[in-house]
C-alpha cells in the first residue's frame, strides 16, 4: 500500500511540474517519462497498481493534451491505463 501510494505521488508531481514531459520539436510535441511510475506500480504490485499508476499518467497526458487527436479520452487515458497491466504479465 505504501509503495502505491509513493509510485501514484511521484506520478502526480511528475504531472503536476510537468518534469514527466520533455519538450521534444516533433508532432507529438513531449516525450515522456511518466510511464516509469505505471510500468514499476504494475511488476512491483500488480496489474491494479499499475493501472492506477496509469491512470494517472492519463489524466496528465489528457489534460496535457495540446495535439487534437490526443484530446480524445479513448485515445488519451485507455492505453496508458494498459502500460501497467502489461507490465504485470
Known amino acids: 500500500m505504501a509503495i502505491s501510494g509513493m509510485l501514484g505521488a511521484i506520478a502526480i508531481i511528475l504531472g503536476v511540474t510537468r518534469l514527466g514531459f520533455i519538450p521534444v520539436p516533433t508532432p507529438a510535441g513531449h516525450a515522456t517519462i511518466m510511464h516509469i511510475p505505471a510500468i514499476l506500480g504494475g511488476i512491483l504490485e500488480g496489474p491494479v497498481v499499475g ?3 496509469g491512470l494517472i499518467f ?3 497526458s489528457f489534460l496535457n493534451a495540446t495535439n487534437p487527436i490526443f484530446a480524445d ?3 488519451a487515458i485507455l492505453p496508458r491505463i494498459f502500460i ?3 507490465a504485470y504479465y
Open 51 to 53: 493501472a492506477m499508476t
Open 58 to 60: 492519463g489524466l496528465y
Open 73 to 75: 479520452p479513448l485515445i
Open 84 to 86: 501497467g497491466v502489461t
